[in-house]
T-cell receptor
Framework: EAQVTQNPRYLITVTGKKLTVTCSQNMNHEYMSWYRQDPGLGLRQIYYSMNVEVTDKGDVPEGYKVSRKEKRNFPLILESPSPNQTSLYFC???????????FGSGTQLSVL | QKEVEQNSGPLSVPEGAIASLNCTYSDRVSQSFFWYRQYSGKSPELIMSIYSNGDKEDGRFTAQLNKASQYVSLLIRDSQPSDSATYLCAVNVNDMRFGAGTRLTVKP
């Protein structure tokens, strides 16, 4: 089954404790992206990647890191999480020439 | 001004009615427009895309685009309780830009 897999689904952590949210897609998509979703603000892009070893900042990159060492994986790293990073996070992917985004099931992160 | 703006709602319609969801965008060079549906606790899924002025119909859904007015809308005919969800408008402007979404409730 074609899908984007995110883990974990729920995560509660404390301020300053490094964490990684994993994202993997099995559709051989070139493009991958991370979004955060907050009430009243919609989906805001954090980082995106056009292909392996190519990443770029989105609209709200502060406090986040990403890497794209393999085509299928695009982890999101919070080196020192803060409470304002409490949010619902979505990973998404698509083909290079197709605008349709496929979303993962989301990660609800709470930073205490 | 936000790049993509939607009425946050909530919008409530009775079953069988037409639900009308609206979206405006700020960048005139935008060429691609999308509607995503997001059920509570789930991820967004693409339901409609539109690229040319006018209407595009797919079953009970009709997307309408007016580039001169920078306006895109989604009509849902014969609304069903299963249509209750948040609808996200998205515009491709140097990558996808999403509105905040409109929550729709269809009451039986």
């Amino acid at each position: 089954e074609a899908q984007v897999t995110q883990n974990p689904r729920y995560l509660i952590t404390v301020t300053g404790k490094k964490l990684t949210v994993t994202c993997s897609q099995n559709m051989n998509h070139e493009y991958m992206s991370w979004y955060r979703q907050d009430p009243g603000l919609g989906l805001r892009q954090i980082y995106y990647s056009m292909n392996v070893e190519v990443t770029d900042k989105g609209d709200v990159p502060e406090g986040y890191k990403v890497s794209r060492k393999e085509k299928r994986n695009f982890p999101l790293i919070l080196e020192s999480p803060s409470p304002n990073q409490t949010s619902l996070y979505f990973c998404a992917s698509r083909e290079a020439t197709n605008e349709k985004l496929f979303f993962g099931s989301g990660t609800q992160l709470s930073v205490l | 001004q936000k790049e993509v703006e939607q009425n946050s709602g909530p919008l409530s319609v009775p079953e069988g009615a037409i639900a009308s969801l609206n979206c405006t965008y700020s960048d005139r060079v935008s060429q691609s427009f999308f509607w995503y549906r997001q059920y509570s606790g789930k991820s967004p899924e693409l339901i409609m895309s539109i690229y040319s002025n006018g209407d595009k119909e797919d079953g009970r859904f009709t997307a309408q685009l007016n580039k001169a007015s920078q306006y895109v809308s989604l009509l849902i005919r014969d609304s069903q309780p299963s249509d209750s969800a948040t609808y996200l408008c998205a515009v491709n402007v140097n990558d996808m830009r999403f509105g905040a979404g409109t929550r729709l409730t269809v009451k039986p």
